[in-house]
C-alpha cells in the first residue's frame, strides 16, 4: 500500500537503502555498487527524520571512510560527537562513541599514521580498556588497528601479538561479517608479517594454517592491493568495517 505520509516514506526508503548497501560493504570489487546505494542515504535526515540522526552521521563517516576524504570524515565525526552530547534524539552513546573514536583511528591510518602514531595508540589502548571492561565484541577490529598503526612506526614485537590475538578474535566467533573479516584479516597478517620478516625461523607462528605460512614466505608487495572496501591509502591494510 502507498504510503501517504511524506516523512514516513522518506524514513523507510532511507532505511532500505542503508540495509542494501550492508550486502555490499566488504570487499572493494563492490564499492562502485555499495557508493551509488548509499549515496541515496545522504539527504537531510536531521530534517526530514531526526529520530534517524545517530545513524545518519554513522552512514556519513562510513561513506567517506571509503572515499578517503580526510576533511569530511573529521567533519562529520565532529558533527556527530556533537549530537551525541547535545540532541533531542541522541541514543546509545556507548556504541557511537567507539564508532567515533574507531572512525578517528582509521582516518589517521589512512592519511597520517606515522604523525599520529602516539595519539591513535592512546586512542586504541583506551577503547581496549573500555571494550575488555564491556567484553565487547569489538576488539579483534580494535587489536587489528593497532596491529597497523605499529607497523607504520616499525614496531615489530607489537604487530606480531596484536595481529595474533586479532587473528584469534576473528576466528573464535561469528560476529557481523566474520567471513568476510576472516579473509581481510588473513591478507592483512600475511602482508604485515612478509613484510616485518615475522616468520617461523624467529617467531612461533604455528597458529596460522600452514597455507598461511607459506604465502608469508612468498609474498611480494609490489603489486599487492587490499581488497577491503575499507583500507589504508597505500593500500597494504584492511581497515575494519565500521558499525
Known amino acids: 500500500p502507498y504510503i501517504q505520509d511524506e516523512s514516513k516514506r522518506t524514513l523507510i526508503a532511507y532505511l532500505n537503502d542503508s540495509d542494501e548497501g550492508y550486502c555490499f560493504y566488504g ?116 587489536y587489528l588497528l593497532k596491529g597497523i598503526n605499529a607497523f607504520y612506526s616499525n614496531n615489530v614485537e607489537t604487530v ?23 579473509e581481510l584479516m588473513k591478507e592483512n597478517i600475511i602482508t604485515a608479517y612478509s613484510i616485518l620478516n615475522i616468520n617461523e625461523s624467529n617467531y612461533d607462528i604455528s597458529f596460522l594454517p600452514i597455507e598461511y605460512r607459506e604465502k608469508i614466505v612468498k609474498f611480494s608487495s609490489k603489486k599487492f592491493i587490499a581488497k577491503g572496501v575499507i583500507r589504508t591509502k597505500d593500500r597494504l591494510f584492511n581497515l575494519p568495517l565500521v558499525v
Open 160 to 182: 606480531y601479538h596484536a595481529f595474533k590475538k586479532a587473528y584469534q578474535l576473528y576466528n573464535e566467533k561469528e560476529t557481523s561479517y566474520y567471513w568476510i573479516k576472516r
Open 27 to 142: 570487499f572493494d570489487s563492490e564499492y562502485p555498487k555499495l557508493i551509488n546505494i548509499w549515496k541515496k542515504c545522504l539527504i537531510d535526515i536531521p530534517t526530514l527524520a531526526p529520530e534517524k540522526t545517530m545513524n545518519y552521521y554513522r552512514k556519513l563517516v562510513q561513506f567517506y571512510l571509503m572515499k578517503q576524504d580526510s576533511a569530511t570524515v573529521k567533519k562529520h565525526i565532529a558533527e556527530g560527537r556533537s549530537y551525541l552530547h547535545n540532541g533531542e534524539y541522541s541514543h546509545e552513546p556507548l556504541i557511537f562513541n567507539t564508532f567515533f573514536t574507531m572512525s578517528e583511528i582509521i582516518n589517521n591510518l589512512q592519511h597520517h599514521p606515522k604523525e599520529m602514531y602516539f595519539y591513535t595508540e592512546n586512542l586504541i589502548d583506551k577503547l581496549v580498556k573500555m571494550q575488555l571492561l564491556l567484553k565487547s565484541n569489538k576488539l579483534a577490529d580494535i
